[in-house]
C-alpha cells in the first residue's frame, strides 16, 4: 500500500475514490476549521456545546478534530449525512445512522487522521514514537505477542517487526470491527502469562500500514499508522491528503465534492 499512499494537491479535484484519508495537524488547522465552521455551520451548537463540557481545557483540538470529520464526511458522502448526529456504538464506535458506507479517526497530541470509505467498514490509528526516555510498560513476552497477532492480520506481514507499527495495525482491525482493543487482543490470543498469537477469526479485516512520511509538503517523522478494512478498502483505490490550513481551501473542496447525498 505504501507506493500509493500519498497522492499530489492539483488544481482539479477527482471523484471522489471509494476511500479517502485526511491527514491534519489540529493546532494548524483549527482557526480554519472554526471559521469554515461559521460559514458553514459544521458542527451544531449542541454538538459543540457537550464537546466542551465533556473536555473543557482540551476541547479547542477536540472540537477542531469533530470539525474535521464533519468535513470528510461532507466530501465523501454529502452534505445531508454530514448533519445526521453521531452516535457511538456499544464499544464506542462511532457511526451515523443510514451512512452509506463507514468512518474512522484517530488522534495523537496534535496529529489527526480521518478515514471515509463506501466498504461496509473501516478503521484507522494513529501513533505518535515514544521516546526512549519513556518505555512501553509491558513485558516482552506480550510485546512480542502483539507483534505476531499484527503479522497474521496484516497485508504486509513480514514487515512488520517494530511493537509500535503492530499496535496501530491491530488498533486498526479494532475500530473497524468495533470491538474494541481489548477483545481484539483475546481474540487474537494475546492473553494470559504467555500470550501467544492465533489466526484472526474469518471474515476478519485485514490491516495494511500508511505512509504518512510521503505527504506533501511537509512530511512528518515519528509517526505510525494503519488502515483496515475488507479488501476494497486495504487494496482499493486510496488518496491520503493532507487537511488544508485555510478556509478558503477547505470551502473549494466542500464546494468540488462531486458526492451526491444518499
Not at 62 to 67: G, H, I, T
Not at 181 to 194: E, H, K, M, Q, W
Not at 220 to 230: Q, T
Amino acid at each position: 500500500m505504501n507506493e500509493r499512499a500519498a497522492a499530489p494537491e492539483t488544481g482539479h479535484e477527482p471523484i471522489r475514490p471509494a476511500t479517502e484519508v485526511w491527514f491534519a495537524d489540529l493546532d494548524a488547522a483549527a482557526p480554519a476549521l472554526a471559521e469554515l465552521d461559521r460559514r458553514a455551520a459544521l458542527v451544531d451548537q449542541r454538538e459543540c456545546a457537550t464537546l466542551t463540557s465533556e473536555y473543557g481545557a482540551t476541547s479547542t483540538r477536540k472540537l477542531a478534530a469533530r470539525r474535521a470529520l464533519r468535513f470528510a464526511i461532507h466530501v465523501q458522502f454529502g452534505e445531508s449525512f454530514r448533519a445526521r448526529p453521531i452516535v457511538l456504538g456499544p464499544r464506542g464506535k462511532p457511526a451515523i445512522d443510514g451512512l452509506p458506507g463507514d468512518f474512522s479517526l484517530s488522534h495523537s497530541g496534535r496529529w489527526l487522521l480521518i478515514a471515509t470509505t463506501r466498504a461496509p467498514r473501516i478503521g484507522v490509528d494513529l501513533e505518535a514514537e515514544r521516546p526512549s526516555a519513556r518505555p512501553v510498560s509491558m513485558s516482552r513476552a506480550r510485546q512480542d505477542a502483539i507483534v505476531a497477532a499484527a503479522r497474521l492480520v496484516a497485508t504486509e506481514p513480514p514487515a512488520i517487526t517494530d511493537f509500535f507499527v503492530a499496535w496501530v495495525h491491530l488498533e486498526a482491525v479494532a475500530k473497524a470491527t468495533g470491538l474494541g482493543i481489548g477483545p481484539t487482543l483475546s481474540a487474537l490470543g494475546v492473553r494470559g502469562r504467555v500470550p501467544s498469537a492465533v489466526p484472526p477469526p474469518e471474515g476478519w479485516p485485514r490491516a495494511a500500514t500508511l505512509d504518512l512520511g510521503a505527504l506533501e509538503p511537509r512530511p512528518v517523522a515519528g509517526l505510525r499508522a494503519a488502515i483496515a478494512g475488507n479488501a476494497a478498502v486495504t487494496d482499493g483505490p486510496l488518496v491520503i491528503r493532507r487537511l488544508p490550513d485555510t478556509a478558503a481551501d477547505l470551502e473549494r473542496l466542500l464546494a468540488s465534492s462531486r458526492v451526491a447525498a444518499g
